[in-house]
T-cell receptor
Framework: GAGVSQSPSNKVTEKGKDVELRCDPI?????LYWYRQSLGQGLEFLIY????????KSGLPSDRFSAERTGGSVSTLTIQRTQQEDSAVYLC???????????FGSGTQLSVL | KNQVEQSPQSLIILEGKNCTLQ??????????LRWYKQDTGRGPVSLTI?????NTKSNGRYTATLDADTKQSSLHITASQLSDSASYIC????????????FGKGNQVVVIP
């Protein structure tokens, strides 16, 4: 596709359930980022993938959060045993290796009831 | 304390008027500063990227300035249009990489007819 694609665009789940969020980066972009955006807050870094290198997971807030990137393309962010404080917009971005310009998807609005 | 502070938090301007948004940062070392526009329900879109040696950069009606000595940047919107209603996010990159970006909370701009 022409841009970064995220799905679903909206997800409502019950507390304690697991959720999976998907990101399709721009073709050819080797760098992929996940961010969390809470209401009234700046973007919070979660995890960064660059090619075949080990991902930078330093931003993941707890061990309930994990992400993988298969085949260097599609990435999935998984949140286990969701909590109400996990409610936020989860944004994915991609870029060419070393390039400063990030291209963002439209995000997944996660609501945990 | 947030490494990137933006002001004003929000403002309302009349269509056709100009406005200036401010960004102060403490990130060090410094690599580059970016301004993004985020429409409601969408991901951020890059407007400008400036490195240490650049004082000003324009993108259509958007003009960004950078004073790396005082660690200040501004984004000037000329002849505002209704479509300029959005959140404008200042992002500062430290020298060590794209996965260490500091995000401001954004300036929420509302343009009214």
């Amino acid at each position: 596709g022409a841009g970064v694609s995220q799905s679903p665009s909206n997800k409502v789940t019950e507390k304690g359930k697991d959720v999976e969020l998907r990101c399709d980066p721009i073709s050819g972009h080797t760098a992929l980022y996940w961010y969390r955006q809470s209401l009234g807050q700046g973007l919070e870094f979660l995890i960064y993938f660059q090619g075949n290198s080990a991902p930078d997971k330093s931003g993941l807030p707890s061990d309930r959060f994990s992400a993988e990137r298969t085949g260097g393309s599609v990435s999935t962010l998984t949140i286990q045993r969701t909590q109400q404080e996990d409610s936020a917009v989860y944004l994915c971005a991609s870029s060419l290796a070393g390039a400063p310009k990030l291209f963002f998807g439209s995000g997944t609005q996660l609501s945990v009831l | 304390k947030n490494q990137v502070e933006q002001s004003p938090q929000s403002l309302i301007i009349l269509e056709g008027k100009n406005c200036t948004l401010q960004c102060n940062y403490t990130v060090s070392p410094f690599s580059n500063l970016r301004w993004y526009k985020q429409d409601t329900g969408r991901g951020p879109v890059s407007l400008t990227i400036m490195t240490f040696s650049e004082n000003t950069k324009s993108n259509g009606r958007y003009t960004a300035t950078l004073d790396a000595d005082t660690k200040q940047s501004s984004l000037h919107i000329t002849a505002s249009q209704l479509s300029d209603s959005a959140s404008y996010i200042c992002v500062v990159s430290a020298a060590w990489g794209n996965n260490r970006l500091a995000f401001g909370k954004g300036n929420q701009v509302v343009v009214i007819p």
